[in-house]
């Protein structure tokens, strides 16, 4: 089930089926589902072209484009801007710094995408996307959302962490603790039964507080 704020704009929450739409990017047009193809998705909004925090984070989404591919992830941006904007900060990025946004980047201009996503937010912006991340697993379903306002930029390595983190709970089967981070101690989930419960207070390889909360290290690929 859906929420709609004051402006009739859709909020998908998690655990959502992801909004599927066909948008014209900086890669051509493309038709959401079937860019993914079965791989996780960073979806990712920011407020306009030519701007010097979008630029930062942008950058350093293609700068790490790299480590988003080891994890099976592609990168898709979007703003509320025309794509002859778009290719005309692509390129004026790239000359300046080097850095190449060559990820599709969505053109916009109807406010169509952002807000089936929910990325248009009146009280911070009517005509601006706020900085939105949407983690999309293979199955479409949306498992994380971020919000940031237009005046603060996003942490990549938090962006990174919450992606590993998400994808190693779903292969393990485990909880992550406050500022998990690959190669450090998972949560055992707590037990069910009293059985279950008699097991964990014998079990002596976890590090345990009391039966409902216990670590162990996990072997990782």
């Not at 507080?209 to 162990?216: C, E, H, I, S």
């Amino acid at each position: 089930m859906e929420t709609i704020d004051n402006e009739m704009n859709i909020i998908p929450r998690i655990g959502d089926d992801a909004p599927d739409f066909t948008a014209i990017t900086t890669h051509g047009k493309l038709n959401f589902s079937e860019f993914a193809n079965g791989k996780w998705v960073v979806l990712f909004s920011h407020p306009a072209d030519f701007t010097p925090v979008c630029t930062t984070e942008l950058s350093g989404f293609a700068e790490r484009k790299n480590e988003f591919e080891a994890l099976n992830t592609k990168l898709m941006g979007l703003s509320i801007d025309s794509i002859h904007s778009h290719l005309a900060w692509v390129n004026n990025v790239k000359e300046k710094t080097n850095v190449y946004l060559d990820f599709p980047i969505i053109a916009d201009i109807d406010m169509k995408v952002a807000k089936l996503y929910g990325m248009l937010q009146p009280n911070e912006s009517e005509t601006a996307a706020v900085r939105a991340v949407f983690f999309i697993d293979p199955f479409l379903k949306i498992r994380l959302i971020m919000y940031y306002p237009l005046n603060v930029g996003r942490n990549m390595d938090e962006i990174l962490r919450a992606l590993e983190a998400l994808q190693t709970s779903d292969k393990h089967k485990v909880a992550l603790p406050l500022n998990w981070k690959k190669g450090n101690k998972v949560i055992v989930p707590p037990p069910k039964t009293l059985a279950e419960m008699e097991d964990r207070i014998e079990n002596t390889s976890y590090e345990k507080v009391d039966f409902y909360l216990a670590k162990k290290e996990l072997e990782l690929d």
